[in-house]
């Protein structure tokens, strides 16, 4: 149960009445208390203080439609907003690591060039061997800060584990949590303490509802600023290296009241079906996608095979917008 | 190994040949033999009667785009056709299964209404249990086929097992291959024999491979309209029936020469979601879906939960259209 | 539910009885009616004559627990038996497919010198592709046929589809429904009527739900003889070609009333790891192996990868006893 | 590649050579390079300084029996060995979460009086929602400690995310990397650096390739003490929790060298089939055991429908000797 306290509560007996109903204190503009889902009835402790509350089936609370009937908005700096009343569909592209300054330039000024917003791009990679290569880290991080500085772009980079978690806090724009890292909680309840917006991607083992729930972990913790990201869950069919769960985000949409972002370039792990992969995203009526532009895969230190070169980009990213016009969204 | 023959060689020279080499003779228009996969030179028996030939690196062999580039072409009746040079997306819909003449002539009319050219219907339901409403098979059949007579429509409806695949081959316009019978060898080979189009829906246990393999049963026994519909394969995600798998769809069309359907009511599983799912679909630019509506899905005797009404089916079919116009396809 | 009738009661008056009650009528020994499960009381009509009833929580009725709580004992001619009162765990084996009559003459040979009661080997083999070996059909029935009467074998061979299904009832001595025949309801119902043992192996992509409801088709048609056997699921791991499900026969073993045989050959797909996983099985106490043993693997015209050559199975075979024993059981 | 380095080679030289060669430099008793997977051939850098070297297929190096055939020795403390020459099957158990002093205490005492030498329980638990009791954390592991000192137990326990790493490093005599942070970097390498033997669990989405290879990040940061725990993976199924994958345990006992645990409490989720999997597992000749103990499992405060209560235990233990026994191994 979410229970949204009177304006005139203060933070200290909001603190008592959390701790007198077992519930979690959500220290947003409007005081939340969370309580145990298998609750059905507000406790007559907080009878008095309580302005609205909302009854949830299950641990997808604040989260869940039930409780927020409209999508929330999210913010990336001043003016890029997902959500909210909005119909924007938002690109965010950019190689699958940052490589070098000259590459990390070389597709911010091809964002440029295209009007894109949000540049991607990884620093920490969540390999599967110590003996691959493993990102630039901070090092990474700077060169992303710099362009955002120089090109006026929003960054979104990836946090693997705990261990550089202040690090991407501080140089991203948008804080990616990798779809291994989905259950780290020390992760999540971080960010729920931080000023910026969190992506979530899906793990790739992790069902609808536990990815709906590690939302819970950052919102609990007071921010509301949350994406979820599908970028595909593994089955058994290996001609591809995911599956791309559009039925998934069909849940989604019902069920939470979170932007919603894909990630085709992940799911198919090849070039070839991206466009059409991406405009099966538009056309669904999302809130974003994240697609990997290198400027010569065939080089790319990463997930070569994926990646898309600056020409089969700009041809895919033109037909975006004819596709999110008959849907009702705008790419931007 | 696709070996085309001369024109010239007759077709007793050509079973000649086929049992000299091991391989298939498909008795087209075109005389063919199809080798073992693993033969990656021309059979120096073969080479004074061959016209052409096409190494295959699997035994995806006559469907794939190493053998023939272009999508094939497969006309349902005289005036409806998927793949070849159009860019026809076609709706096929009705209930899931046949219930009475009142149902199921209701559902005709709404198509008619609609401009719907293709009814779908089931007969005989591969139910997975004894104790369920089992379809009205030949009956069921036989009120199809009165549709047909009456309203102009052609039918589309599923082999279940062997037991009855000639009355199915005798009352429909296209055969379709049920997901549980994919694997089907009496099935397929008799598909292979008969002078109907042939529509396989993909396992849901079943790989890309395997799926695209079994067109090669019906290829190969002479029947060149096959036609493939991927239909949401089985994943640890409970919340969704199936997972419609897109990805697997871009491989589809980047493999295979033959049109692909899309079936995104049994992938999901209910009805919230159909409409978004549908417009993903067009979007990915594939050659028709089938959609399943039914008068009043509340008192439906199968799949109750994922069958659209009228209503919600008009709405959506009016939007599938600027979708498949942004794709540079109609809907027909 | 599942209502046994009194002795009392006629066919003719159990044949009334079912179509005023929707039920099935099962023409044992005992006569009974299944109704829909969601039937949870006694219907009026049935309460002067029936003996006993059982309800049951959904589709798994005759094979549940709740109706039965013993496992059932199925015969194999006269002097095998499974489940029932005995203890025993029986070996069948032999090759994948037959090959030749001398292929299968050594075979039987080494079987009688282990004193091996059972000979399993395919003639029409469920192939994914037109392009590869399809097994000897009638052919490679008469030889095993042959071999039953040379020495004094069993024979299970496996029915790929409807077309075939009186050639393999006749020739076998169990009838093998094969994974991807599983929900074939031509084959099952025509087991149901046939006097011959009936071993199920679960689809692979199919739910425990779905694989003991199989078995309702074969029961509710009158046939007592099924006996279910696991052969490993497909899932995302790919290293192993498939997974044995060693979880989903514990629940089979908690819910269902019959005799359960494993066959670890077709779950891991490789020789390495078949004695172990065997072991494992006979250690679960189970009812019986199915393994795949070749005279020279290297030359086998199908799953070579997975035969056990006759040096392999004889030490598997001594040290499955030790283990039989140390769970109670007694290997056959 | 891994490369043994000679004995007189000095770490100084060593980390030249790594850097030259961009390989990892382990510093074991023996110093070692590990090269990218790709390098087949000695590099002529190494050549005078190489003691013995061995080419690996993939990034599966200092596991793989291609490097060290035997599988490792592991010990717990002084008195307890896994792998190496013992055929040992370790049993460890206790409950899901440390709940209380008088709980962990009972666990304790029954586990003397059973002569079982490792108590399992968690302190950080990772739970899929922010609303359910999340472990007792450092609290919970000192209680573990006192019960080491007490009882003379060993404790192993779980780490859920980096940021309590030190606490549970400091604690406990086996740290336990959970499932759902086998990929976390941060973890995995500073566990590297640890002196204490590292359990890590499959990750339920994780191919057997990628678990072997999160060994490596330990392995390659110096600590030679891993042991690998399966504990089901998720599949279609869900009428068990997860699928316990002994196939995958073969393949991982043919391809590494590390001793191998295995866990069929998490990987059936119910009490019901435990007894029956154990046995099963034990049969496999594997190294030991983890199962859910608790005194009252139906007021566990997490996974309560898995967990033995100590009659349950007991008559299960009892028939894992025999089993053992018959597999030639020994169960301490």
């Known amino acids: 149960m979410v229970v949204e306290l009177k304006k005139e509560v203060s933070i200290e007996k909001a603190r008592e009445l959390a701790e007198a109903t077992q519930s979690i204190l959500v220290e947003n503009e409007i005081l939340k208390l969370v309580t145990f889902s298998k609750i059905k009835e507000l406790p007559a402790a907080l009878e008095t203080y309580t302005e609205n509350f909302a009854v949830t089936p299950n641990d997808l609370q604040l989260a869940s439609r039930i409780y927020k009937q409209d999508t929330i908005s999210v913010k990336i700096g001043n003016d890029i907003e997902l959500g909210g009343e909005k119909n924007n569909t938002l690109m965010m592209t950019g190689p699958c690591s940052v490589e070098s300054e000259e590459q990390i330039e070389t597709v911010s000024k091809f964002l440029v060039k295209n009007n894109i917003k949000v540049l991607r791009a990884g620093c920490y990679k969540p390999r599967t061997s110590p003996y691959s290569f493993q990102g630039m880290g901070l090092e990474g991080l700077q060169l992303l800060a710099k362009m955002r500085e120089k090109y006026g772009l929003k960054v979104i980079t990836e946090v693997r584990d705990y261990s550089h978690i202040e690090e991407v806090i ?16 020390g992760i999540l309840r971080r960010c729920g303490k931080a000023n910026k917006p969190v ?58 009241n979170l932007p919603i972002v894909l990630d085709p370039s992940h799911a198919l792990g090849a070039r070839y079906g991206i466009a059409d992969l991406s405009r099966a995203c538009v056309a669904m009526g999302i809130d974003g996608l994240l697609i990997e532009t290198h400027p010569d895969p065939s080089i790319a230190k990463s997930d070569a095979a994926q990646q898309l070169d600056f020409k089969m980009f700009e041809e895919m990213n033109a037909s975006l917008k004819a596709v999110a016009n008959a849907v009702g969204r705008v790419m931007i």
Chains 1, 2, 3, 4 share one sequence.
């Open 170 to 185: 501080e140089y991203s724009d948008v804080v990616q949590v990798g779809a291994k890292a989905m259950y780290d909680q």
């Open 199 to 256: 992506l979530i991607k899906r793990g790739f083992g992790s069902t609808l509802q536990e990815f709906a729930q590690a939302a819970e972990f950052v919102l609990s913790g007071g921010n509301e600023n949350v994406i979820l990201c599908e970028r595909g869950i593994r089955t058994f069919e290996f001609n591809t290296r995911f599956t791309l769960d559009l039925c998934g985000v069909a849940w989604l949409k019902e069920k939470t």
